[in-house]
């Protein structure tokens, strides 16, 4: 019998449905019920990289190269000096773009030795480094990039600066793939080395080159090379200028990569050893400093213009189109300029100077002086308006030679002279003119009167030749018409008023040294322009005008440089007599000053054969809208255009002719010198014969006290005859002078009608006195009390007159009242709710004291 048995029957348990998440794993024990099978890992492992491989392909497909960015091609104007340093750039990037082959070799090599040592071996991204920087990133280190040259050039050429994901990463990868393709690597890397940002505003190592080193990339040394590739990661906080810690970064980085170099092979240890950290440039931050703008701000304006004025060259291709703009400016002017034109610290925050120099030959600006600082005196000075003053005298001075009138000619030089046509008003009576400090003379020729800027006579011969005539002559000088300027207004053209003379007329500085150029070319006139040629590569698209057009006949333009240079010699400009040549003689000089009524303006114009400079002053309250008298400074009681202006000039033509030949003004035969006289001469004998030339007979005495006519008749060598004579006027005034204005002989007795004042009332009068609009209010109450006049003051707003000046007078000037009768003043107490625009009419100042 057999002891076999059948196995007990065990209890079955139910076996678990399988789903998607099967762990703990059944019939496993411990740990090894939550180890995945075999057969799950390689099928996670295809499914994950079948997905990876579809995204891939997919990104691959629809992600394409771009075209270039917009600002790749951009490139920085460059503007320059006229020895070719620079001044300044227009950019809406700083890029020059540079050819590969025109760089030498160290530039790239540095780079590449620095970002991506396989740039010329691998396909366009470094799979090592990827994983390299993507295992660092996930594992908390501090975050990598892993961008090759052509992931870099992508982003800067096609893509622009993102904000890094790793989708955008990606996208990156793929088109770095793609352009290998399609891109050598010589021009993948031309793109990347002008288009990386290197810091100081620079794109591309030629701006960068400049700006960190001061010259152009083809000059840049092994060790210029290593700094700039040195701090591509961060040019910003690297840029030594940033402080000691920066400074230490990036010549750490440098080191870093001249090491890089060696091990490349690229440089030798020897090369290595001699390379010396690099001197770098001073950072200007912008276009190029806030002195300079003023110069690139006009230069933006003149290529503004249409041809053929300009080059119809509009800002916004300034800063893309990476043109050469070669100017006419002296680098040593310039610098002598902004020496000499800087204010003492006494003077009001309100003062502008101004200066322009100009060859009179060319019409090349060759130094332009608007201000000290553009940040916070953004208006150019010497294209802001003023008032021309007495500079303007030099136009009619011209009128007249042109006309045949001899600088020999003499007129009266009384203070106070009543000229017909001459107004305060235009409605209004005749009114008195008055010299400069009320000084008198009998009576001057013309170049006296020149010297020493008499206003008395300089009416009397505006009166003679015309007031249109002087307007004309200031036009051909090269003053711009208010037809001819869109800048200009009503106040700003010279006009046809008989005040013009006194350059009521408000005008640049750079019109007036046009104006004074064309005398200095003996009447020949250029065009103004600082742009001397503009270049788009190798093609010249514009070139400045130095064409010479003759307006006036050499022997007056001769005759009126004479008489100018009197101004220096013998008047208000003296200071200029210090002008000296390289010998230490003193140079020619022929010029003249220019001060506004109450000050508001103060010139010196003047000229050596060579150039011609002009420097301003005016004071102008931008809050109040309006002009000011210039308040004193630097020790003078009072600025006029013999003051500091004329110092400035001197100091100015002194540095920017230093070195400059000496050249003669054009032979001039002058005249007897004058001997002018502050009371009668000496009278003269009829019964002495003489062989002297005829005289003439003064003009002008009508209406004027005898002995202010006396005084004049026995300066020009006569002797008067009063005549009483019955009349309404006022006792002792002239009514009539026998042959006035005619020539007789030396001794000869002038008959001179004059009023006995018979057929005055007998109640006692007295008359209003002239000259009070416009002065100060003290003043003016002063001279009616000497008048036995009772002044009342009545106080209103006036745009157009200063505070504490009079605005009107009534009764009127030169009206005949009684003894002791109030007369009121109408003061101004300032423009109403603010400051206005300066008067358009020349006559508001038509009784001003000019010089």
């Not at 090599?109 to 090592?128: C, K, V």
């Not at 940002?197 to 400049?210: F, H, I, M």
């Not at 000229?607 to 301003?616: A, D, H, I, K, N």
């Not at 060598?717 to 009539?736: C, K, N, Y």
């Amino acid at each position: 019998m057999s002891n076999w048995s059948p196995p007990p029957i065990w209890p079955q348990t139910p076996r678990r449905r399988q789903g998607i998440w099967n762990y703990p794993r059944p019939y496993r024990t411990g740990i090894r019920a939550w180890v995945p099978s075999w057969r799950f890992v390689v099928g996670a492992l295809l499914t994950g990289t079948s997905l990876v491989a579809g995204v891939l392909i997919a990104a691959w497909v629809n992600v394409g190269v771009p075209g270039e960015l917009n600002t790749v091609r951009d490139e920085a104007t460059t503007v320059y000096y006229s020895d070719g340093k620079p001044i300044g750039k227009f950019a809406a990037q700083d890029r020059t773009i540079v050819p590969l082959d025109e760089l030498p070799p160290q530039v790239t090599n540095a780079i590449i030795s620095s970002e991506d040592q396989s740039f010329r071996s691998h396909m366009g991204i470094n799979p090592l480094g990827i994983v390299r920087a993507t295992l660092n990133n996930v594992t908390g280190g501090d975050r990598q990039g892993a961008s090759t040259l052509t992931q870099q050039y992508v982003e800067n050429y096609y893509v622009g600066v993102e904000y890094a994901t790793y989708a955008t990463k990606l996208r990156e990868a793929i088109i770095a793939l793609k352009v290998t393709q399609q891109q050598s690597k010589d021009q993948v890397l031309e793109g990347y080395v002008n288009t990386i940002y290197l810091g100081r505003g620079a794109y591309g190592v030629e701006a960068a080159s400049q700006a960190y080193f001061g010259h152009p990339a083809k000059e840049m040394t092994i060790s210029e090379s290593a700094f700039l590739a040195g701090i591509i990661p961060n040019p910003t906080y690297w840029d030594p200028r940033q402080g000691e810690d920066a400074e230490a970064q990036a010549k750490a980085r440098w080191e870093r990569t001249l090491n890089l170099m060696v091990e490349q092979g690229y440089i030798t240890e020897q090369d290595r050893a001699a390379a010396e950290y690099p001197e770098l440039v001073e950072y200007k931050q912008g276009s190029g400093d806030n002195k300079t703008a003023y110069l690139m701000e006009q230069v933006a304006k003149e290529l503004a213009k249409p041809r053929p004025e300009g080059a119809g060259i509009s800002e916004d291709r300034l800063a893309t189109s990476g043109f050469e703009i070669h100017t006419s400016i002296d680098r040593k002017m310039q610098a002598a300029a902004y020496e000499t034109m800087k204010l003492p610290e006494d003077a009001n925050d309100d003062v502008r100077a101004s200066l322009t120099s100009i060859d009179p030959q060319t019409g090349e600006i060759k130094a332009m002086y608007g201000g000290p600082n553009y940040s916070t005196n953004p208006t150019n000075a010497a294209t802001f308006r003023a008032q021309g003053a007495s500079t303007f005298k030099p136009f009619t001075l011209i009128g007249a030679l042109e006309q045949d009138i001899p600088l020999t000619k003499r007129y009266t030089a009384v203070d106070g002279t009543v000229i017909e046509g001459w107004k305060q008003d235009p409605d209004g009576p005749d009114v008195p003119l008055y010299n400069f400090e009320n000084q008198s003379w009998s009576s001057l020729d013309l170049a006296a009167a020149t010297a020493d800027s008499v206003n008395v006579v300089y009416g009397q011969l505006n009166k003679e030749i015309g007031p249109e005539t002087t307007a004309q002559v200031g036009y051909d000088l090269g003053i711009p018409k208010a037809d001819d300027d869109p800048d200009t207004n009503d106040c700003c053209s010279i006009g046809g008023n008989l005040a013009n003379v006194l350059g009521t007329a408000y005008v640049t500085n750079v019109d007036l040294a046009h104006a004074y150029s064309t005398i200095a070319a003996q009447g020949y006139r250029t065009t103004p322009h600082l742009v001397t040629k503009v270049m788009n590569g190798e093609d010249l698209i514009h070139e400045g005008s130095t064409t010479r057009q003759q307006m006036f006949d050499e022997e007056v333009m001769a005759a009126a440089t004479y008489a100018m240079t009197k101004v220096v010699e013998d008047g208000s400009g003296a200071p200029a007599q210090d002008l000296l040549g390289p010998d230490g003689t003193q140079r020619p000089v022929a010029g003249k000053t220019g001060s506004s009524n109450d000050n508001m303006s103060a010139w010196f114009a003047g000229f050596v054969p060579q150039l011609t400079t002009v420097v301003g002053l005016y004071e102008y309250d931008i809050k109040a809208n309006r002009y000011e008298q210039i308040k004193p400074f630097g020790g003078y009681e009072q600025i006029t255009g013999g003051s500091w202006p004329v110092m400035a000039w001197t100091d100015y033509m002194a540095k920017a002719t230093e070195g400059m030949e000496i050249e003669e003004f054009p032979q001039y035969t002058p005249p007897a010198p004058p001997e002018p006289t502050q009371s009668p001469s000496p009278s003269i004998s009829p019964s002495e014969e003489t062989e002297e030339e005829k005289v003439m007979v003064p003009t002008g005495l009508v209406g004027q006290q005898y002995p202010v006519a006396a005084s004049a008749i026995a300066g020009a060598g006569l002797v008067s005859q009063q005549v009483p004579v019955d009349s309404d006027q006022a006792a002792g005034t002239v009514l009539a002078v026998d042959r006035e204005g005619q020539e007789v002989e030396p001794g000869e007795t002038i008959r001179v009608e004059v009023s006995n004042g018979s057929q005055v009332e007998e109640d006692e009068t007295t008359t209003v006195p002239w000259g009070l609009t416009n002065q100060d209010r003290g003043y003016a109450e002063g001279q009616l009390q000497a008048a036995d006049l009772s002044p009342v003051v009545q106080e209103q707003p006036s745009d157009t007159v200063p505070e504490g000046k009079v605005v009107a007078v009534d009764p009127g000037e030169g009206s005949e009242v009684p003894v002791g009768s109030e007369v009121t003043l109408v003061v101004s107490t300032g423009p109403e709710g603010g400051g206005g625009e300066p008067s358009d009419d020349p006559s508001d100042d038509g009784n001003g004291i000019f010089r």
